[in-house]
């Protein structure tokens, strides 16, 4: 009797672990702040951005995920999905192009064309 007790606390233990670490990536997945971290990180890598131009894009990336966060929660057709989705993106890269150098934005382009092939 006591191993069926100790068996079922073992599962029942791991069950609830389970479910506390799955809790917890779904909370990082829907925090915009950590998507904007990681993408900016991604960037300052790629263009080697000064602290002035981190923070901007970091700004630009957390409204744009939270845009998309918003927009993932309507249900809404396709079509209308599609085209906001491509206002959002407009939206960012006008942004970007505020705040980049020519030659920044210019190596932020090609590393979009390279990304998608």
Do not use: C, W
């Not at 029942?12 to 925090?31: K, P, T, V, Y």
């Not at 002035?52 to 079509?79: C, H, P, R, Y």
Request: proline letters at 2%; a positive charge; hydrophobic letters at 40%.
């Amino acid at each position: 009797m006591k191993k069926y007790f100790s068996l079922l606390s073992f599962i029942a233990i791991f069950f609830i672990g389970m479910q506390f670490s799955l809790a917890q990536e779904a909370d990082r997945q829907d925090n915009p702040e950590v998507v904007a971290k990681q993408k900016t990180y991604e960037l300052h890598q790629l263009l080697k951005l000064t602290g002035k131009q981190q923070g901007a894009m970091f700004d630009v990336l957390v409204d744009a995920e939270k845009n998309i966060i918003e927009l993932n929660k309507n249900k809404v057709s396709e079509s209308v999905e599609h085209e906001r989705m491509k206002a959002i993106n407009e939206k960012v890269q006008a942004n970007f192009k505020k705040i980049l150098t020519p030659e920044q934005f210019q190596t932020y382009q090609a590393s979009l064309v390279t990304d998608k092939k």
